[in-house]
């Protein structure tokens, strides 16, 4: 393992003040959990510890308790993409993800503001400026949209705001939040569904490369679990050749890119 991953702050004025390090923590702190459960698929936060700190311009090294460069080396690649203009979300940058890198841009704004901030690992570094929020938006705001459904294991139900619960997809591997009303009873239904395999249907939104990232207006939420007592499908309900011989790969190949 590499002695870890290393957030630069250079601040717009001689001296960081003691609110933009701390702002610029919480940021590179979502960043990090976000990341790592969109990789790890661990609800509980993992630990990451500081290993180093320097004073010339706030400078912090972390890196997770247990693991190796993975996740660290997921970070700064995903952070050198969307620097770069891309707009294709980087491997397991998520809707979250996302999100979390379109809010760095306050770091940018006000008196306390910084400059610009590096990510760094090894020989891999990202500089990060002002329209780093500008990029994250635009891969957000790319792709397209289909009815349809998204099968895999509800997880992580957020309450708070606008309601939401995860479903990791079988076919991209990957977490899609789900958006649904805010009423006692769609809460009691998806509390108990918590880690089961559930069918989701509405309006499923993708990222540009046709990877999941979120569904909204939900039509249903119905567990997908295999019922023994149904009958099993033969296999000229799949007229393709190539479906019948990987029907998740068909699939993925189907959502395509626009």
């Not at 700190?53 to 460069?69: A, L, N, Y």
């Not at 069918?199 to 249903?220: A, R």
């Not at 068909?250 to 395509?256: D, I, M, P, S």
Request: charged content about 25%.
């Amino acid at each position: 393992m590499s002695r870890g991953l290393t957030f630069t702050i250079y601040p717009e004025s001689d001296f960081a003040s003691v609110p933009l390090f701390l702002r610029a923590m919480e940021h590179i702190s979502r960043l990090i959990r976000d990341v790592d459960f969109a990789m790890t698929r661990e609800r509980a936060v993992r630990k990451w510890v500081i290993v180093e700190m320097h004073s010339s311009h706030p400078t912090i090294t972390v890196r997770p308790v247990i693991g190796d460069d993975e996740v660290p080396q997921t970070i700064v690649t995903g952070l050198m993409l969307v620097e770069s203009g891309t707009v294709e979300p980087p491997p397991h940058f998520t809707e979250q993800v996302l999100d979390d890198l379109r809010r760095w841009r306050t770091l940018f704004k006000g008196r306390d503001r910084a400059k610009s901030l590096t990510c760094s690992l090894n020989s891999h570094s990202a500089l990060l400026g002002e329209d780093i929020g500008r990029k994250a938006e635009r891969i957000l705001k790319g792709g397209y949209w289909n009815l349809g459904s998204v099968e895999g294991t509800l997880e992580a139900v957020n309450l708070h705001g606008n309601p939401s619960f995860t479903v990791w997809d079988r076919l991209s591997r990957g977490p899609v939040r789900c958006y649904f009303l805010n009423e006692q009873e769609k809460k009691d239904r998806v509390k108990a569904l918590l880690e089961k395999r559930v069918l989701v249907s509405g309006q499923v939104n993708y990222f540009i490369n046709g990877v999941p990232k979120s569904i909204t207006h939900i039509e249903s939420v119905d567990e997908a679990s295999h019922d023994p007592g149904l009958p099993m499908a033969g296999f000229g309900s799949i007229p393709w050749d190539e479906a019948v011989k990987d029907s998740v790969e068909f699939l993925a190949k189907a959502r395509g890119p626009r």
